[in-house]
C-alpha cells in the first residue's frame, strides 16, 4: 500500500476486508515505518526485533528524522505564510510533549525555540545548551524559585497567567534589579478540540484571564465588541511608555487589567499577549477566531495607553492522526489561513502586525513516536447478549499500560495497534489491548482489528505515542518507567534509560 509521499505503509500485514485503511501520510506512524516482505517492521532502518533485544519491551521509539522534518514543516510553512503578509513568527517546541536534552536539541537544530512549563522542564532545556533568550516559561503556579531560575538564566520570556503573579514577577524583578520580560496569557472564549471549536463569553479553568469585560463584573452574556476599535493614539513601542499611565476602570476585561497593571510595573517589559485554545485541534477556524480577539484587544490597549504590544503568541494544539484514516492539520495551509485572517484583521483594525509565535508540540513529536510491547496473556471474552448479539472482545495484555500511556485512561484518547514483529494470515478479530496494572481501566488501545492469532510474545506497536506518553508516564504498580529510544539510519541510541528497581528503592528512605 502506497502514500500520498510514495512510501510503503506498515497496513502490508494486514490485507484483509477488516483491515483499516492508512492515511495520506503513511498515518499514524512515523514515516519511517516500513513493513518488510516477511511482515517484520522496521523503523528507520532498524527492525522491531532488534530494538526489542537490545533495549527491552516496553520502549518509547522515537523516529529522529521524523521528528526533524515536523520541527522543520512548522517553521518553514509558518515563515513563509507569515512573510507573505510582511511578518516575522517564531516557533517554540512545546516541550512539555516530551523533553529530553536530545529531543530539545534537535528543536533548537531544527531553528525552533523551546517552551517550559517547570523548573524541570527549564533544567532539561538548559542542559541541552537552549540559550535563554530561546526559553518561554509557563504555569498557572510558577513558585518563586521557578522564577528567579528564569531571570537568573536570561529566559526569553515569562507567560504570566494571574495578576497575583504579574505583582510577584514584578517584586522579584525589581528586588534584583532585573527587568523581566513579560507576556499575558489571556482566553478569549474560545476553545478548539477535536474537529470544532466552540466560542464560549465565559471561561472556566484555570488558564489565563479573560478578555471579555463581563468576567470582571460577573455579569453574564457575551462581551458587546465594538467592530471597529477606536482610533489608536500615538503609539510608543512597549518598554518605552512612562510608568504608571493609565489605571484599570474597574469595568475592564481581566486581560486588559493585567496588561494596565504590568505597564504601571518599570520592573516588568510588556512583550505581547498570548493564548492557547486547546490541543488536538483539526479545524484552523478556532485559531483564527482567537487570532482576532487578541489582535483586538492589542488594538484596545493601544488605544487606551499609546502602547502597541509588539508579540502575538497563538499558543499549540495543532491536530495529528491517531488512527488510520484520520488526517492530520496541514502546516502549509493551518499558515495560510491564519497568517492571512490576522492581516485581514490587523487591516481592519488600522494596526499594524505584531510579530508572531506559535507552540507547536504534538504536531513535531507525536507522530514521530511509537511504544514496542510484548504480548502477554490473550483472553477472549464475551460481551453484551441482552439486547445485542453477543460478541467476542479479545483482550491483549501487553507489558505496560496506563503507565507509560495515561491518555486513554485519563480521556478516552484512540489510538491504533498492530503485531509488528511478523505477517500473519490470520483472520483478523475484534481486540482490546490492556495494560498489567491492577485497574479495568487500564486501556492501550480501546477498538483494533488484530489477526486473530496473536499469542504471547508477539511484538505489538502503538502508534503515535512520541506525546504525551513518557511526558506523562507514572510508576504506578511499581513499574519501571521505559526508555525513549532514537532510532536513525540504521542505528537506536537511548536518550533516556529505563528505570531500575534500585532507582525505585533509592527514593525510598526505608
Ligand atoms: C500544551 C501547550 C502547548 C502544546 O500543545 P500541543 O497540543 O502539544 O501542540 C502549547 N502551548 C501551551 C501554553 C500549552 O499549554
Redesign the pocket.
Known amino acids: 500500500m502506497t502514500d500520498a509521499s510514495g512510501t510503503t505503509a506498515i497496513v502490508a500485514g494486514q490485507p484483509r476486508p477488516a483491515a483499516l485503511p492508512v492515511g495520506p501520510a503513511g498515518a499514524p506512524w512515523s514515516s519511517g515505518v516500513r513493513r518488510g516482505d516477511d511482515g517484520a517492521v522496521e523503523v528507520a532502518g532498524v527492525g522491531v526485533a532488534e530494538l526489542a533485544a537490545d533495549h527491552g519491551t516496553p520502549s518509547y521509539i522515537v523516529d529522529e528524522a521524523d521528528f526533524r522534518a515536523r520541527a522543520r514543516a512548522y517553521r518553514t510553512a509558518f515563515e513563509a505564510a507569515f512573510a507573505a503578509v510582511g511578518t516575522g513568527v517564531d516557533v ?1 517546541y ?1 516541550g ?2 516530551l523533553l529530553t536534552v536530545a529531543v530539545a536539541r534537535w528543536a533548537r537544530e531544527e531553528g525552533l525555540r523551546v ?1 517550559t ?1 517547570s523548573g524541570g522542564e527549564l533544567a532539561v532545556a538548559l542542559r541541552a545548551g537552549v540559550p535563554g533568550e530561546a526559553i518561554g516559561l ?1 504555569g498557572n503556579n510558577k513558585s518563586d524559585a521557578e522564577i528567579v531560575r528564569a531571570f537568573d538564566n536570561g529566559v526569553g520570556r515569562i ?1 504570566v497567567d494571574s495578576l497575583a503573579e504579574i505583582d510577584r514577577v514584578a517584586d522579584l524583578a525589581a528586588e534584583r534589579g532585573v527587568v523581566a520580560p513579560v507576556m499575558v ?1 489571556v482566553t478569549t472564549g474560545v476553545h478548539a478540540g477535536g474537529h470544532e471549536y466552540i466560542s464560549t463569553a465565559h471561561e472556566d479553568q484555570k ?1 489565563g484571564l479573560s478578555v471579555n469585560a463581563a468576567s470582571a463584573s460577573g455579569t453574564p452574556g457575551v462581551s458587546e465588541r465594538p467592530e471597529e476599535a477606536a482610533a489608536p493614539g500615538p503609539i510608543v513601542p512597549a518598554g518605552e511608555h512612562p510608568a504608571g499611565g493609565v489605571p484599570s476602570s474597574g469595568t475592564d476585561s481581566p486581560a486588559m487589567t493585567a496588561l494596565l497593571r504590568i505597564l504601571e510595573r518599570p520592573s516588568l517589559h510588556l512583550l505581547g499577549i ?1 493564548s ?1 485554545i ?4 483539526l479545524d484552523p477556524d478556532g485559531f483564527e477566531a482567537a487570532a482576532r480577539a487578541v489582535l483586538e484587544l492589542r488594538a484596545d490597549l493601544a488605544a487606551r495607553t499609546g502602547v502597541l504590544v509588539d508579540e502575538v503568541d497563538l ?4 491536530g495529528i492522526a491517531y488512527l488510520p484514516g484520520e488526517v492530520a492539520l496541514d502546516p502549509e495551509r493551518v499558515a495560510k489561513d491564519i497568517a492571512s485572517s490576522v492581516a485581514d484583521v490587523a487591516a481592519r483594525l488600522g494596526t499594524p502586525l505584531p510579530r508572531f509565535s506559535i ?5 513535531v513529536v ?1 507522530p514521530a513516536g511509537m511504544t514496542l510491547y510484548t504480548v502477554g496473556t490473550v483472553k477472549p471474552v464475551t460481551v453484551g447478549g441482552d439486547d445485542g448479539e453477543p460478541f467476542t472482545r479479545l483482550y491483549v495484555s501487553v507489558d505496560g499500560g496506563m503507565s507509560d500511556n495515561i491518555r486513554p485512561a485519563l480521556y478516552g484518547a484512540d489510538y491504533h495497534a498492530e503485531i509488528v514483529g511478523r505477517a500473519s494470515e490470520a483472520e483478523p478479530v475484534l481486540a482490546r489491548v490492556v495494560g498489567k496494572h491492577c485497574e479495568s481501566g487500564d486501556i492501550v488501545v480501546h477498538q483494533v482489528m488484530l489477526p486473530g492469532d496473536v499469542r504471547a510474545g508477539d511484538l505489538l506497536a502503538v502508534a503515535a505515542t512520541g ?2 506518553g513518557r511526558s506523562m508516564a507514572s510508576n504506578y504498580n511499581m513499574l519501571l518507567r521505559p526508555p525513549v529510544v532514537a532510532v536513525r539510519d540504521g542505528e537506536s541510541r537511548v536518550l533516556v534509560r529505563r528505570e531500575t528497581e534500585d532507582d525505585l528503592l533509592g527514593l525510598d528512605q526505608g
Not at 486547546?278 to 485541534?281: E, K, N, V
Not at 499558543?315 to 495543532?318: A, I, L, M, N, S
Not at 507552540?359 to 504536531?363: D, L, S
Open positions: 517554540y512545546a512539555k510533549a517552551d512549563a509557563h507567560i496569557r488558564f498570548h492557547h486547546g490541543s488536538q485541534i499558543g499549540g494544539g495543532y507552540e507547536p508540540g504534538r504536531a507525536g506525546a504525551y
